[in-house]
């Protein structure tokens, strides 16, 4: 499974970015793709995942009410629509790709991973 994460940029605060990951590779369309994102000097943390039918979401608590994780399986893409961003949103996005029908909120359960995109939100 190949991965690729686009879309990031220099935003305001307040302001609005939309993420898209882009997956090839087998039956890639079946299984959760999550979001993580990584602050310097930081841990790995969860953003928000999708399962393979997209009837299934989770997030995490700092991006409930901001962020919309969505997928189009005809274009085996996955977004997240983040909005009313803040500085502390500032990190480098992942997507990630794991071969299970079960949610996990954990990076190390992801087997696949996008190269990261850049986010930057000032203040």
């Known amino acids: 499974v190949q991965l690729q994460a686009s879309g990031g940029g220099l935003v305001q605060a307040g302001g609005s970015l939309k993420l898209a990951c882009a997956a090839s590779?087998?039956?890639?369309?079946?299984?959760?793709i999550g979001w993580f994102r990584q602050a310097p000097g930081m841990d790995r943390d969860f953003v928000a995942a999708i399962s393979g039918s997209g009837d299934s979401i989770d997030y995490a608590d700092s991006a409930k009410g901001r962020f919309t994780i969505t997928r189009d399986n005809a274009k085996n893409t996955v977004y997240l629509q983040m909005d009313s961003l803040k500085p502390e949103d500032t990190a480098v996005y992942y997507c990630a790709h794991r071969f299970s029908t079960r949610v996990s909120k954990s990076w190390k359960t992801y087997s696949s991973w996008g190269q990261g995109t850049q986010v930057t939100v000032s203040s």
């Open positions: 590779g087998r039956t890639t369309a079946r299984y959760y």
